[in-house]
T-cell receptor
Framework: AQRVTQPEKLLSVFKGAPVELKCNYSYSGSPELFWYVQYSRQRLQLLLR??SRESIKGFTADLNKGETSFHLKKPFAQEEDSAMYYC???????????FGTGTRLKVLA | DVKVTQSSRYLVKRTGEKVFLECVQD?????MFWYRQDPGLGLRLIYF???????EKGDIPEGYSVSREKKERFSLILESASTNQTSMYLCASSSPTGGFTYEQYFGPGTRLTVT
């Protein structure tokens, strides 16, 4: 079965510290992986997708097919990074997403 | 900018009432989705639609139905609201974009409370 696992419900880090939000997936084919973010009082929005290989707001994520992971990383956390982060998978041949349960990131001053 | 709007931000209904949640997108997207967002459970897909009058069940369709009579509008219907349907409801739309596919654009959400 297709599944996305985010093991941490809450991650607290101090400003300037590195951040890693974990995401593991279960899918036998070639998935498309995404990170979505929801800031306080804002709508859920796309942060980045693995096929773009881009860095958005200092965040990067590398798809590791061997470990079936797509962890989100940032070298130096900022207070404005505090938000809810969701990892999502789109299986090939479909337009449905499977979302993880989300990780709330709190960046402390 | 893609705009996905939802008819209400907050809604309070009584048990047993029929509830309609409306979603409208203005980007001519083929696909539309309804999710529930609950703490600790993430986003769970209720129903989705890939064309007018076409719909498919998601992971948790029980107690819900949907309607898509026009491409831009996707309605979620709670036939007889129950307290366990108290939740945040998110609508989303998507379409292939160039070489990348199916980024989902979300509405602001409707927080439904059933008493």
């Amino acid at each position: 079965a297709q599944r996305v696992t985010q093991p941490e419900k809450l991650l607290s880090v101090f400003k300037g510290a590195p951040v890693e939000l974990k995401c593991n997936y279960s899918y036998s084919g070639s998935p498309e992986l995404f990170w979505y973010v929801q800031y306080s009082r804002q709508r859920l929005q796309l942060l980045l997708r693995h096929i773009s290989r881009e860095s958005i707001k200092g965040f990067t994520a590398d798809l590791n097919k061997g470990e079936t992971s797509f962890h989100l990383k940032k070298p130096f956390a900022q207070e404005e990074d505090s938000a809810m982060y969701y990892c999502a998978l789109r299986a090939s041949g479909t337009y449905k997403y499977i979302f993880g349960t989300g990780t709330r990131l709190k960046v402390l001053a | 900018d893609v705009k996905v709007t939802q008819s209400s931000r907050y809604l309070v209904k009584r048990t047993g009432e029929k509830v309609f949640l409306e979603c409208v997108q203005d980007m001519d997207h083929e696909n539309m989705f309804w999710y529930r967002q609950d703490p600790g459970l993430g986003l769970r897909l209720i129903y989705f639609s890939y064309d007018v009058k076409m719909k498919e069940k998601g992971d948790i369709p029980e107690g819900y139905s949907v309607s898509r009579e026009k491409k831009e509008r996707f309605s979620l219907i709670l036939e007889s609201a129950s307290t366990n349907q108290t939740s945040m409801y998110l609508c989303a739309s998507s379409s292939p974009t160039g070489g990348f596919t199916y980024e989902q654009y979300f509405g602001p959400g409707t927080r439904l409370t059933v008493t």
